[in-house]
């Protein structure tokens, strides 16, 4: 190692402008299999203000537990058209809403799967790096087993899994809460 | 499966999520502690940005109307690099910024210099082989903002940029050398090791100055680099 990363710095308030070229909150297209799922929820600041200048981006596998990405070697079916890249900003409210498919399996430590999971980075203006944190399933049996959720607290574990909207299946909410009471869980990675 | 691990950044060269000076950091930074996690598949891949998602015309902000922007033109351009200074090619690098008189085209924008019909402030340009990348622009007005008396912000260009997983993505700022404001900018300085904040600073480079043209100014970014040997099942040896 002989340089060092580059420093993070705020999006600010406008990035909007920036990012809007790539909007993303459709992730999965007709022809991509898997369960459907649509996740919404609010950012929230520490007085529980909604937070209108934020912007959430998702990662995640394909319903094989397959990364679209060279690194991912396993020997899984890839999803044609599936790039399991999403980008959805905030409204006025700070609501966000995305639609995609319910991941698989991917591997974790110790030879034992991670639990169905989707990556999240959080950046809003007022914060000078993103905000790393994960999005489980609710009803999921293999939550009680998946590392990463095990690496938090047993009573913040919960912020870390969306929950089912009553009557209306497939969809999930799932709200940041980034100070405070309810504090979503946040990752240093 | 192996893993090779993304290596974290250096002690004081990120900042922390809460800096006073900079208040909007006040409500919107954890008072929690992060939990550290290792990295797992689901960190070193991330998305990937294919050539015929970039619209060519996107890294000329001064071609993107019927007439040219008002403001010096500039060559901004540069290298982005892993921590072993490794090109990180084909990689989405995304700007954005305010126009000549300081002023974003932004409906939150209330600041009352005018805007430019000729200028929208955004581009966005897959890297070389090599990690290049050079966008043609107009230099950005410095200009006010809220968050204590007679505040400016310096100019900048904010930069998003992918890299190779989820764990390098980066989003930051470009700065301008000699801009008197720097040392008065809260987001500026809100890194404790100085020469991690210096080099968010431009440097004026003859080599992409075009003569009668425009001034170039080069500005390399550098994304963390990978641990030299793979974690089997990638376990928890990931030096923090």
């Not at chain 1, 790039?83 to 959805?88: A, C, D, E, Q």
């Not at chain 2, 490794?86 to 690098?93: D, F, G, K």
């Not at chain 2, 700065?175 to 809260?186: I, K, M, R, V």
Request: a negative charge.
């Amino acid at each position: 190692m002989n340089l060092q990363a580059t420093t993070s710095q705020t999006v600010g308030p406008f990035f909007k402008i920036g990012f809007s070229w790539l909007y993303r909150d459709q992730l999965a297209g007709p022809g991509v299999s898997g369960e459907r799922v649509s996740i919404s929820g609010r950012i929230l600041d520490g007085d529980g203000v909604p937070v209108p200048d934020g912007i959430i981006e998702i990662w995640q596998a394909n319903t094989h537990g397959k990364y679209a990405h060279p690194d991912d070697e396993q020997n899984k079916p890839a999803e044609q058209g599936f790039t399991g890249f999403g980008r959805v900003p905030t409204d006025g409210e700070g609501r966000f809403h995305f639609s995609t498919i319910k991941p698989g399996r991917v591997p974790g430590p110790n030879g034992k799967l991670q639990a169905p999971h989707l990556e999240i980075s959080v950046f809003t203006r007022g914060l000078l790096r993103r905000l790393i944190t994960r999005v489980y399933f609710p009803e999921e049996p293999s939550n009680a087993e998946d590392f990463a959720l095990n690496l938090v607290e047993l009573e913040r574990r919960a912020t870390l899994i969306a929950k089912r909207i009553e009557g209306r299946p497939g969809e999930l909410k799932w709200n940041v809460k980034m100070q405070g009471e309810d504090e979503t869980v946040f990752f240093d990675c | 499966m192996n893993i090779r691990a993304y290596r974290r950044c250096a002690e004081g060269t990120q900042p922390k999520h809460l800096h006073p000076p900079y208040v909007s950091s006040l409500k919107r930074a954890p008072a929690k502690s992060l939990v550290y996690l290792p990295h797992t598949i689901s960190e070193v891949t991330g998305p990937t940005f294919s050539k015929e998602l970039v619209d060519v015309k996107a890294c000329d902000l001064t071609k993107q109307h019927a007439d040219a922007p008002l403001g010096e033109r500039i060559i901004v351009s540069g290298r982005v690099l892993d921590e072993d200074a490794r090109p990180v090619a084909n990689t989405l690098v995304e700007i954005w910024q305010a126009n000549a008189a300081g002023r974003y085209l932004h409906g939150s924008d209330q600041h009352n210099a005018p805007l430019d019909p000729n200028f929208t402030g955004v581009g966005h340009t897959l890297t070389d082989a090599e990690g290049r990348y050079r966008f043609v622009t107009i230099r950005p007005g410095e200009y006010p903002w809220k968050n204590h008396y007679n505040a400016w912000r310096p100019a900048h260009i904010h930069f998003s940029l992918f890299g190779p997983a989820f764990a390098t993505r980066l989003v930051t700022q470009m700065y301008f050398p000699g801009d008197p404001l720097l040392p008065f900018d809260p987001i500026f300085n809100c890194t404790d090791d100085e020469k991690a904040r210096s080099r968010l600073i431009s440097v004026f480079d003859w080599e992409t100055t075009i003569p009668v043209q425009a001034l170039g100014y080069r500005f390399d970014i550098v994304l963390n680099g990978r641990e030299a040997t793979p974690i089997e099942e990638h376990g928890h040896e990931t030096q923090r």
